[in-house]
Structure formats: C-alpha cells, structure tokens
C-alpha cells in the first residue's frame, strides 16, 4: 500500500529523478500535483523544481495527469547539487533524513517512504522493499506494513532467510497476534545460523509467553 505525501514531495522527487538513467525515460507521479488537475493530453509548462524546500529554479517540462518529464534533467541535478546516480543520491538523503531526526519517533517517516518507493523503481530488491515496509509501518502502521512483507514472501524472494520471518513476528507483535508473532520468531531462529541472532529471537518469543 502506498502512502499519501505532500504533493510537492511527490513532484519533487519525480521532476528530480526524470531520465536521470537511460531506463527511466519518465517518472510516475501520482496523484496529481494541485495545480495540473485539468491536464488532460499533455502539455509543456515551466515548472519551479524544488526538492526538500531547495528551489533549482524553472524548468521546461512536459507534464501529463501521470508523468513529468524534463526537458534537461542532467541540468537540474546539478542545479539541485544531487548526483547523476539515483540510486546513490536517494540512499544519501533517506541517511540524512535519519541523520537530522532529533528521535526514532520524530523522523520524517512519510518522506522516507516516498523515497523508498522510488528507489524501488530505481534500483529494486528485496531488501529495498522490506526497508519501505519498516517505513510504512513507522509511518502509517504495521498492518499496512505486513501486506508488503507478506507480498515480499509469496514472490519467494529471500526464501530461506530468516528476514522475512523476523520482520513479520516484529509486525505481527505490534498488532497483538501475539501466538503467531511468536511462531515468526521461532521460525527465523530455526533459520539462522549465527548464535547472536538466534538468542534474540528466542528472547523476543519468550517475551511473547508460551504457546497456547
């Protein structure tokens, strides 16, 4: 489940990364920002580029109700001083926004789920999508968390990992389900090798009380 963002942030992070790679030739942003609600076939407009409250200035830009495309996004990387790597320069400010959170509960968890699920376009992986999921359930709630964790295991990506078990009896306690958290836990201990992690997830599904 997608979270709802500024639309700003949204624009933002789209105008940014615009054919910033070859095989991104447009970036979805949806919904649509306030003020292209009457697009309908598309037109050119001068858009001010402004990421995280830094304005790059106007830009020639071809917007449609679903996708913006610049005319010169090399350029306004630059302007916006972030680096031709996407990749690259989403990890760095999802680290900056942990970086200036005065605390776990204060940190802009909403701006980081945006930024994971462009990531996830930019560069997908397993491990992407299991990072927006702990965004998601910061931001919105482990519920809507597990629907992606749970999307994650059924691709039958990182079979055979005890991530997926872990993160899911993490979710899985934060909701109450506290019999099924704890048969998470247990299963990702029995799929670990490493003696740390294994004594932590015994200690998490201890905490949990015995089967019933």
Partial sequence: MLIPAPAHSRLAVA???TLAIPALPTVHAR??????EDLASGQTERVEVRLFGQSAGLWSAWVTLDTVQLDQPAQVLEALGLSADARDALQAAIAQCHAVAPSLAE?????IV???E????VAPSPMVELNRA????????????LVIVDDLERSGALS???VIPSVRGELLARLGRDAEARAELLRAAGLTANAVQ??????KAAALGSAG
């Fill in 31 to 36: 919904p649509v920002p306030a003020g292209f």
């Fill in 134 to 145: 702990a965004a998601v359930s910061m931001a919105v709630g482990p519920a809507e968390a």
């Fill in 114 to 116: 945006v930024l994971y």
């Fill in 107 to 111: 940190t802009d968890w909403e701006r």
């Fill in 15 to 17: 105008l940014a990364l």
């Fill in 198 to 203: 294994q004594g932590v997830l015994h200690a």
């Fill in 118 to 121: 462009v990531l996830g376009r």
């Fill in 160 to 162: 055979g990992s005890h």
